[in-house]
């Protein structure tokens, strides 16, 4: 599932960055199974969230400036028949209180 590897390699990142042990960009990209490119993205995605994030070249680390925590988990329910019905049954009625683009009126 390619969602909780995401939100896996995340924590994992977090977590490295906290301790200020992620090694070079190359090294860190290895650790996480991926391209240093696609770890450059990553740094940015948690940048986008607030993250202040450096590179110390004498201590080899990525590191934070500032207080950055992250906490992400995925967790999955299964609905019974009923949850279901009613889920769908917003949705209907969601959809069905527009018309042609308008909100419709339910005002007589």
Do not use: W
Not at 42 to 48: E, F, G, I, M, N
Not at 71 to 91: H, M, P, R, T
């Amino acid at each position: 599932m390619e969602l909780r590897n995401e939100i896996h390699r995340l924590n994992s990142l977090h977590r490295l960055i906290k301790m200020c042990n992620t090694g070079s960009p190359d090294e860190l990209a290895h650790k996480l199974h991926i391209s240093k490119r696609h770890l450059y993205n990553v740094l940015d995605d948690l940048r986008a969230l607030g993250a202040k994030i450096d590179y110390s070249r004498s201590d080899y680390t990525f590191y934070y400036t500032n207080s950055f925590e992250l906490n992400l988990y995925l967790q999955v329910e299964y609905l019974d028949e009923n949850d279901k019905k009613c889920i769908f049954a917003g949705s209907f009625l969601y959809n069905a209180m527009f018309v042609h683009g308008r909100p419709l009126s339910l005002q007589p």
